[in-house]
């Protein structure tokens, strides 16, 4: 049932962008980090996580990775960032707005790894579609916003991990 649910949203993720004005920005909250700590590392559970992105996205075409300055988002960002041979960029989380006008007018797919409160909020100024906030415990959601000739398309993708 897992390899099934990776082999359709690979097939989703696969979809290239071929005109310069058509591009796909992929967002995700940090995989699962370690509790009782300021800045936590990810637990083996996030480093499996994280590296089964890297797979589902290593044939999306990425051309960037944005990641805020945290261990637990560079982490999660990091097995893309190596297999890929693409240097993080740190973004700030508050900064928003600015963030999301940005990444429309650079055009390029992505990856942009942020926090529960907010990648629905930057997935939100970038799809204009209402989305609803992510659980303290919730890290399986992928976002997926596809610009075709100025319009966005919003999907939404779960990236199932079974780590017992």
């Given at each position: 049932m897992i390899k099934l649910s990776l082999f359709i949203i690979s097939a989703l993720l696969l979809q290239p962008c071929l005109a310069n004005d058509n591009f796909t920005l992929y967002l995700v909250r940090h995989a699962e980090k370690q509790m009782k700590s300021k800045n936590p590392a990810l637990t083996q559970c996030?480093?499996?996580r994280a590296q089964q992105l890297a797979t589902l996205l290593s044939t999306a075409n990425i051309e960037s990775i944005y990641s805020t300055s945290y261990q637990r988002t560079m982490s999660t960002a990091a097995p893309l960032s190596k297999?890929?041979?693409?240097?993080i960029k740190n973004y700030n989380p508050k900064q928003l707005e600015q963030f999301s006008l940005h990444l429309k007018q650079r055009k390029e797919n992505a990856l942009?790894?942020?926090h529960s409160n907010?990648?629905?909020q930057l997935t939100q100024l970038l799809s204009d579609v209402d989305v609803t906030e992510l659980g303290e415990k919730e890290f399986q959601t992928l976002y997926q916003i596809t610009f075709v000739e100025g319009v966005s398309q919003l999907t939404l993708l779960k990236q199932p991990l079974n780590c017992k």
């Open positions: 996030g480093k499996k297999k890929q041979k693409i240097a942009i790894v942020g907010t990648t629905p």
